[in-house]
Antibody, heavy 118, light 107 residues
Framework: EVLLLESGGGLVQPGGSLRLSCAAS????????MSWVRQAPGKGLQWVSS????????YYADSVKGRFTISRDNSKNTLYLQMSRLRAEDTAVYYC???????????WGQGALVTVSS | EIVLTQSPATLSLSPGERATLSCRAS??????LAWYQQKPGQAPRLLIF???NRATAIPARFSGSGSGTDFTLTISSLEPEDFAVYYC?????????FGQGTKVEIK
């Protein structure tokens, strides 16, 4: 079974940092681009960041550029999102998703809630 | 940034009726448009990719059409499990963008 499992969400103060992880199984992780997509409470979907299969290229939404870093460890089948200088408007459910470079997102994780509040 | 505008915002229909959802792009996305379904508390699910291709295990009642800037998702006969929010999304340009969503609700 193809699975993506996010972890690392939680409550963090404004200006703080958090790292999300996404463990992949059931497919050859190292051959696919991966992405993060978020959804603020009661709002629509927003693409956050994507990384190519070999980590050769990374892409970011303007709203997170310079604050978030996407990375992956193909030996561990794991995708990461390092988030720093967090703001209240970063509060959202963060989804890990397979694809995003030359393909659409066909597999999604269950999501990790990040709440930025004092 | 390519802006995707979905209409209508809400569609009130009965089971068995036909649903037609629209997505308009601010500039051409060629055929690089997808549709996702999202139910409350769940992750999105890919329905249609590259305008008209059904994703794995998606029923034939879902179909997509269009090109360039105007796209349509059609659900030929609504089943109870189809009442949800639908998003279009483009992968023609960075940043990847979504429409604001169309909620299909039970009338």
């Amino acid at each position: 079974e193809v699975l993506l499992l996010e972890s690392g969400g939680g409550l963090v103060q404004p200006g703080g940092s958090l790292r999300l992880s996404c463990a992949a199984s059931g497919f050859t992780f190292s051959t696919y681009a991966m992405s993060w997509v978020r959804q603020a409470p009661g709002k629509g979907l927003q693409w956050v960041s994507s990384i190519t299969s070999s980590s050769g290229s990374t892409y970011y939404a303007d709203s997170v550029k310079g604050r978030f870093t996407i990375s992956r460890d193909n030996s561990k089948n794991t995708l990461y999102l390092q988030m720093s200088r967090l703001r209240a408007e970063d509060t959202a459910v963060y989804y890990c998703a397979k694809g995003g470079y030359a393909s659409f997102w066909d597999i999604w994780g269950q999501g990790a809630l990040v709440t930025v509040s004092s | 940034e390519i802006v995707l505008t979905q209409s209508p915002a809400t569609l009130s229909l009965s089971p068995g009726e036909r649903a037609t959802l629209s997505c308009r792009a601010s500039q051409s996305v060629s055929s690089y448009l997808a549709w996702y379904q999202q139910k409350p508390g769940q992750a999105p699910r890919l329905l249609i990719f590259d305008t008209s291709n059904r994703a794995t295990a998606i029923p034939a009642r879902f179909s997509g059409s269009g090109s360039g800037t105007d796209f349509t998702l059609t659900i030929s006969s609504l089943e109870p499990e189809d009442f949800a929010v639908y998003y279009c999304q483009q992968r023609s340009n960075w940043p990847r963008t979504f429409g604001q969503g169309t909620k299909v609700e039970i009338k």
